[in-house]
Nanobody, 122 residues
Framework: QEPLVESGGGSVQAGGSLTLSCVAS???????LGWFRQAPGMEREVVAG???????GYADSVEGRFNISIDNAKDTLYLEMRDLQLDDTAIYSC?????????????????WGQGTQVTVSS
C-alpha cells in the first residue's frame, strides 16, 4: 500500500485554480507534511510545508496564491492553488517526514507519494 496517494491534478488555463488532495495510508500526526513539485528538467522544489502545530510555510513563488491544509479526520492533506501560472506546471507530490529540521526542508521527509501532474496553459 502506498503511504501517500495524490489526486486532483489536471490541465488548467493560466489564472485558473486547482485543489490537490493527498490521502495518507496511516496517521502522520506529529510529522511535517508538505507539497513538492518537479518541473521537466528541473530539480524537485518545496512548495509548502505544514508543521504539527499548524504553522504553514510557502515557497516565495507561491506565497499568497497557494494554501496548504489538512483534514485530520480524513487523513487527507490539501493544496489549494489559485491564479496558476505557466511556471506552476510540474508534477506535484506530497510528503511526510519526521527528520530534524524545518518543514520546508526536503531532508525532513521520509515518505513520498507518486505525484500528480499539473499543467497550466496560456
Amino acid at each position: 500500500q502506498e503511504p501517500l496517494v495524490e489526486s486532483g491534478g489536471g490541465s488548467v488555463q493560466a489564472g485558473g485554480s486547482l485543489t490537490l488532495s493527498c490521502v495518507a495510508s496511516e496517521n502522520y500526526r506529529g510529522y511535517c507534511l508538505g507539497w513538492f513539485r518537479q518541473a521537466p528538467g528541473m530539480e524537485r522544489e518545496v512548495v509548502a510545508g505544514l508543521e504539527s502545530d499548524g504553522t504553514r510555510g510557502y515557497a516565495d513563488s507561491v506565497e499568497g496564491r497557494f494554501n496548504i491544509s489538512i483534514d485530520n479526520a480524513k487523513d487527507t492533506l490539501y493544496l489549494e492553488m489559485r491564479d496558476l501560472q505557466l511556471d506552476d506546471t510540474a508534477i506535484y507530490s506530497c510528503a511526510a517526514g519526521a527528520n530534524d529540521g524545518d518543514c520546508l526542508w526536503e531532508s525532513v521527509y521520509n515518505y513520498w507519494g507518486q505525484g500528480t501532474q499539473v499543467t497550466v496553459s496560456s
